[in-house]
Every structure is written in structure tokens, then in C-alpha cells.
Nanobody
């Protein structure tokens, strides 16, 4: 299993970013995918979840209404669109899946929200 995130960067408060996670090494369309984030000095937290078909999504309260998780099973890619970004959204964002007993994480992509 390989998960490779991209799309992070420095953005001003109120701005938007779209994160991508390219997956390989497993039947992507069969598995739930998740985005987590970890801010400095804080524990890693779940941000959003999408079912294998993309038909069901869930969001953590801090990002609900500002973020959209989606997936393209033809491209083996999951996305996280984040709008109205706040400094509190500053974190390393990780893509995650669990295939059988094996949990897999990407290397993370840094999102910094600052003026």
C-alpha cells in the first residue's frame, strides 16, 4: 500500500486548498479512505471519511461545512477540498486507509494558514 499526499502549502485565512492523495498497491475502490491532521503539539485527529463508493461521507465538527472529501476511483485518488481556512487548520494532513489488519499512512502534506 502506498499513499502519497500533495496540495498543501501556505494560504491566507479565508483561502482554500485542495489536497490530493494518490493511492496504489491495493484495490482502491473497495476501501474507505480517511483524512487526518496533526497540529504541532497536538494529537492526530480524524478530519473526514469517505466510503468506498463515495456515497457516504463524514466530517469532524471543526471542518464541517467548510470541507468536502471526495474520491475518483478511476484515478485511485481521494481529495480534501478545504474552504474558509483558519489558522487553527494549520497542521500536517495525512491520508489513511486500513487494508485487512494493516493500517497505512501517507507521508503527510503541510497546510499552513497565516497572513
Amino acid at each position: 500500500v502506498q499513499l502519497v499526499e500533495s496540495g498543501g502549502g501556505l494560504v491566507q485565512p479565508g483561502g482554500s486548498l485542495r489536497l490530493s492523495c494518490a493511492a496504489s498497491g491495493f484495490p482502491f475502490s473497495s476501501y474507505t479512505m480517511r483524512w487526518y491532521r496533526q497540529a504541532p503539539g497536538k494529537e492526530r485527529e480524524l478530519v473526514a471519511t469517505i466510503s468506498s463508493s463515495g456515497g457516504t461521507t463524514n466530517y469532524a465538527d471543526p471542518v464541517k461545512g467548510r470541507s468536502t472529501i471526495s474520491r475518483d476511483n478511476a484515478k485511485n485518488t481521494v481529495y480534501l477540498q478545504m474552504n474558509s481556512l483558519k489558522p487553527a487548520d494549520t497542521a500536517v494532513y495525512y491520508c489513511y486507509t486500513k487494508v485487512g489488519w494493516d493500517a497505512s499512512w501517507g507521508q503527510g502534506t503541510q497546510v499552513t494558514v497565516s497572513s
